[in-house]
T-cell receptor
Framework: AQSVSQHNHHVILSEAASLELGCNYS??????LFWYVQYPGQHLQLLLKYFSGDPLVKGIKGFEAEFIKSKFSFNLRKPSVQWSDTAEYFCAVKGGSYIPTFGRGTSLIVHP | DTEVTQTPKHLVMGMTNKKSLKCEQH?????MYWYKQKAKKPPELMFV???????INESVPSRFSPECPNSSLLNLHLHALQPEDSALYLC????????????FGSGTRLTVV
């Protein structure tokens, strides 16, 4: 069975700081990986996804993620965060099941 | 049109009421989903429809009744809900059940009083 864990539950940063949110998954086969963002009071939006090819994936709003197969990881990064990046971030994995499994989420607060 | 539209955006209902949530997409997607999300928690899958047929029911109580009248529409009928059912209900769609990358609607925030 597929599973995903996000180790950082709450992250607090100042504007212009660099961001890295951890995501590790458990599944032995081919996976599709996703990062979703949910701004306060809004719905989930897809930030980026990995299916195959270049393990460094660039998404919207300056976010990127790197798939490291040997570490079963798909960490989300942004070199310089803004106050508007304050949101919940969910990692998701889709392996053997057609349905993705979501991580429990990371709450990011960026202070101006 | 690259959106999933959900109505209403907010709903307050009593425990004896009957109400329905509506979800619509015109992207030609053939898989549609209902999720329930509590605050600061990941979305929990409720139902999956694939080609207008119920594909997955994640052991959801019968007070929630999904319906897929056509390939663009997905309804969730609510009856005799409990206060603990208060949550954000999200609809999503994908090209097919095997395709990846949901398009989510903005959700219906449901409060049961």
């Amino acid at each position: 069975a597929q599973s995903v864990s996000q180790h950082n539950h709450h992250v607090i940063l100042s504007e212009a700081a660099s961001l890295e949110l951890g995501c590790n998954y458990s599944y032995g086969g081919t996976v599709n990986l996703f990062w979703y963002v949910q701004y306060p009071g809004q719905h989930l939006q897809l930030l980026l996804k990995y299916f195959s090819g270049d393990p460094l994936v660039k998404g919207i709003k300056g976010f990127e993620a790197e798939f490291i197969k040997s570490k079963f990881s798909f960490n989300l990064r942004k070199p310089s965060v803004q106050w508007s990046d304050t949101a919940e971030y969910f990692c998701a994995v889709k392996g053997g099941s057609y349905i993705p499994t979501f991580g429990r989420g990371t709450s990011l607060i960026v202070h101006p | 049109d690259t959106e999933v539209t959900q109505t209403p955006k907010h709903l307050v209902m009593g425990m004896t009421n009957k109400k329905s949530l509506k979800c619509e997409q015109h992207m030609g997607h053939r898989a549609m989903y209902w999720y329930k999300q509590k605050a600061k928690k990941p979305p929990e899958l409720m139902f999956v429809y694939s080609y207008e047929k119920l594909s997955i029911n994640e052991s959801v109580p019968s007070r929630f009744s999904p319906e897929c009248p056509n390939s663009s529409l997905l309804n969730l009928h609510l009856h005799a809900l409990q206060p603990e059912d208060s949550a954000l209900y999200l609809c999503a769609s994908t090209e097919t059940e095997r395709a990846s990358g949901y398009t989510f609607g903005s959700g219906t925030r449901l409060t049961v009083v």
